[in-house]
Each structure stands twice: as C-alpha cells, then as structure tokens.
C-alpha cells in the first residue's frame, strides 16, 4: 500500500471531540499516532492510504453506541474497521474522521448445536469461531480465504470457495444487531430471534448484509452452522484450454451433483501455486474438486464428475484423501494472491472480480483471458467458478503507470462484460470506492436512488463510512 502521512482532514475532529471519545472507550482504547491511522487507513486492496484522524478501538456494543451518537452529534465521519483484509478500500478514511475498530470485540456468545446456530460478536473472526466448534460436530463453512472478522463478512456479503454448495452470507445469516448512526441498537430479525424463516415484514438482515458499513456498524450477527460432512475428498484435474474446464464445470453443475467446491485456476496461476506453496502440478488451466457427505454416496458423484472431465479433454483426477495432502492443496489455492505476487518480486496485487449466469461464464472468461494477453499484462486467473464468480490477481508496481493503467483498463472492461451477461461487476469483493462509477449501470440511476434514499434516512448527516458505494 501506499503509506503516504496525511494530516487531519475533517476540523470537527478536535482535541475536546478526542477527549469525549477517551471518556466512552477509555483513554488506552483511543490513537491519534501516525502509525496506528495508517494502519486503519487501507486494507488488502490496491487503493492509496488514507488513514482516519483518530483511532478507537471499542470493546462493547454500548460503546459503539456511544461513539456514534458523538460522532452524529458533531458530524464527524465514522469508519468501522474489522480486520482489514477487504479488497476495494471499504476502510480507507477518504474524509478523515474517526475508525472503530471492534476487534476487541471477540465474545463467542452462543452456540445451539442442536439447532444448528450461534451467535458473535463482531471482532470474532471465522477461524475462530471454527475452532471454538471443532468438538461439537458442526462447522460455519463461508470461506473468503483471508482470516476475515465474520460481521466484516456480513457487511461486504462475503462469499468464497464453499458458496457453491452453502451459500453465501446473505443466505447465511438470521439476525443482526446493528448500531445506527444515531447511536440505536437494533435487532434486524428482533431481540434474540434466531428461526430458520420468517414472514414477518421487511427482511432488514439482508438490507445491512453487503452495506459495507454505510447503514450501521455490525456488532452482532446470528449464524447457520452446517454439520461436519461424514467424508472429504478432494481432486485435481488439468485441461488442454480454458473453454474446457469452464464447460466441464456447466456440466458437472447440470448434472446436479452436489459440489462442495468446484476452483478453476489458470495456467499462470498454476505456476504460481506450484513455486510458492511448493506443488508439481502440470501448468495447464486447472480444476480443484472437493465432495462432501455420506462415503457410500461420494464414489458415484466422483465417478460422474470423472466422466464428464474426460468428455472434455481433461486429465484424470489427482485424489487428495489424506487430512494433510488435502490442507495443503486448499491451503495453497488460499495462498493464491500471494503466490501471484511472488511472479513480480516486489509487486502488490490489484485484485478484482465479477460473477455471471453459470451459462454465461465460458465467455467472460475467456474474453477476459483474451484482454489479458493482448495487454501484455501478468493476470492469474481464479474462479469459484461453481456459482459462476472469478477473480484476476493483478501483480503491480504502483510506480509504473503504464501498466497500471492497461491493469485498471482490463479490470473495468472485465466489470463491462460481466454486466452484458446479466451479471455484476463484483461477486464478493463489494463496491467500496473501487466500483463505485459501475453500480449505477448495474442497478439503474432508479435503483440507485432508492439506495440513496436508504441511506438518507438512516444516515442523513452522512457519516456513516463517507465515500463508500456511493460517491
């Protein structure tokens, strides 16, 4: 990232206003050091620095509810921060004003094994919340890759590897507890609600799932938990071109075998995984399978997807049945973005992506595939490619303007695309500040003011992470 020093930028924020902020969250939960705002100023995404004016960390729903409220009072802007691994600027302080950051919220306050939920605060983050279940049988299995605090998932509709077979996070969460930017807690589905399904009025959870921090700050959410999958295999397979592996991966998906994750890489991304995670793994355009549920019912769905691998074209699959083979293969294909950037030495990554129509997908990406070679630009290729969303991890030296341009060309022509099939221009990143000019094409100048509508009436100062999906 680009860590450039920046002084204060919204004049509300005095030493009286810092001072009220150190009375709610006390004074060593509060930071006006340059090196703590730049931190809280970007997070894994290609955009510049641009740190907040004050630091507090809160360690209670009442006292987010309480900065809020001084915040709204004095119009100062508010930026809640989880864990900053997002990918389109959602934290970055594009007008000053105060970062929360509710990482020290990490309280795992229920779990009801028997109805297959639990609740979270909002620093607890996904790794942990697995871990704190490995004894109970059952697991949460949205899985961005990153580490990621799991309100932070909630509020940029976070996805990842397992969406094809469990969803994603809209489809994942039953109730939220949200701190509006009045300082009022709310409970989107009601006070302790935690049913499978409800008719009861507007669906609020899903309003403030993908908000990116522009509605409210996420303090609570009420999760479904899945039950440990009796038997995992996974399988590797390699393609003579990209249309291939895409078609295959149509097919398996027709078939209606129950996927737990279908990846599609790349050649360039192949490569990239064999020399930084340490794999041999033919460099060709590549799929990872992995099977979920009873032994007796996996053998026919593997020898079904073997079949139509070998219809079209594709090698015979590389079996990963070992615990260990199989972490490392996963953990490898988590590792992507890093093994990307380890082609360019001294690069940082420009990661984008879009999701279309299962159908349409063939042609995005290859038409994508295509810009990539003609601009003469390093652009590995990754796809959840089994609920039709995939990303291109761009290794950049933000210095060289020329091909950061013909980088930024193809990410928006890609978003173009995607829009010319009935998809979106972003499948699990969000909008942010990144995508922000693509949103009124998506949506419709219509939808858009509607949104904006939202916004006004429950943020109508305007503080509630500025400068985000809308400009």
Excluded at 41 to 49: L, P
Excluded at 159 to 178: P, Q
Excluded at 181 to 194: H, K, L, S, Y
Excluded at 340 to 356: E, Q
Aim: net charge negative; proline share 4%.
């Amino acid at each position: 990232m680009t860590c450039q020093s920046k002084v204060a930028v919204s004049p509300k924020v005095t030493s009286s206003f810092v001072q009220d902020v150190q009375a709610i969250v006390g004074k060593s939960n509060v930071s006006t050091a340059d090196a703590v705002r730049q931190q809280h100023g970007h997070d894994e995404s290609y955009h510049s620095t641009e740190p907040p004016d004050i630091v507090a960390f809160a360690e209670s729903v009442d006292h987010v509810s309480q900065v809020a409220r001084l915040c709204n009072y004095h119009g100062v802007p508010l930026i809640p921060f989880g864990s900053g691994t997002g990918l389109e600027g959602g934290v970055n302080a594009v007008q000053g004003g105060l970062c929360l950051d509710v990482s020290k919220m990490k309280n795992i306050l229920s779990v009801n094994a028997e109805d297959f939920d639990c609740s979270v605060e909002s620093g607890v983050t996904r790794v942990q919340l697995n871990n704190y279940l490995r004894d109970t049988g059952l697991w949460f299995p949205i899985d961005p890759g990153a580490d990621a605090s799991l309100c932070g998932m909630c509020a940029t509709s976070a996805s990842g590897t397992n969406a094809v077979r469990y969803g994603t996070m809209r489809e994942n969460v039953m109730n939220l507890e949200v701190v509006l930017a009045d300082g009022r807690v709310i409970n989107t589905a009601g006070a302790g609600r935690r049913t499978k399904k409800t008719s009861a009025g507007y669906n609020l959870t899903n309003l403030f799932v993908g908000s990116e921090g522009t509605l409210g700050i996420i303090t609570k959410a009420t999760l479904r938990l899945q039950g440990i999958p009796e038997a995992t295999i996974s399988a590797t397979c390699h393609f003579p071109d990209v249309q291939s592996a895409v078609d295959t991966t149509v097919q398996v998906l027709q078939c209606g075998i129950p996927m737990a994750r279908i990846e599609f890489l790349d050649e360039v991304s192949i490569d990239a995984c064999n020399k930084f995670s340490h794999l041999d793994l033919k460099v060709a355009p590549s799929l990872f399978f992995e099977f979920h549920g009873a032994e007796a019912g996996l053998e026919n769905q593997t020898k079904v997807v073997a079949e139509l691998v070998k219809m079209n074209g594709g090698s015979e699959f590389r079996w990963a049945t070992d615990v260990d083979e199989r972490n490392h293969l996963w953990k490898a294909r988590h590792e992507i973005l890093w093994a990307c950037m380890a082609l360019k030495p001294g690069s940082k990554p420009y990661s984008t992506d879009v999701c279309v129509p299962i159908s349409n997908l063939p042609q995005v990406v290859v038409r994508t595939k295509q810009m990539i070679t003609e601009a003469g630009i390093i652009g590995p290729m990754v796809g959840h490619v089994g609920d039709g969303n995939f990303h291109v991890f761009f290794p950049v030296h933000y210095d060289d303007h020329v091909t950061l341009k013909k980088v930024h060309d193809v990410s928006h022509k890609m978003s173009l695309i995607a829009l010319e099939l009935n998809g979106t221009c972003t499948g699990e990143h969000g909008i942010g500040i990144g995508k922000r000019d693509l949103l009124v094409q998506e949506i419709g100048a219509e939808g858009l003011a509607v949104m904006r509508q939202l916004k006004d009436t429950l943020d109508p100062k305007g503080i509630m992470n500025p400068g985000k999906v809308f400009f």
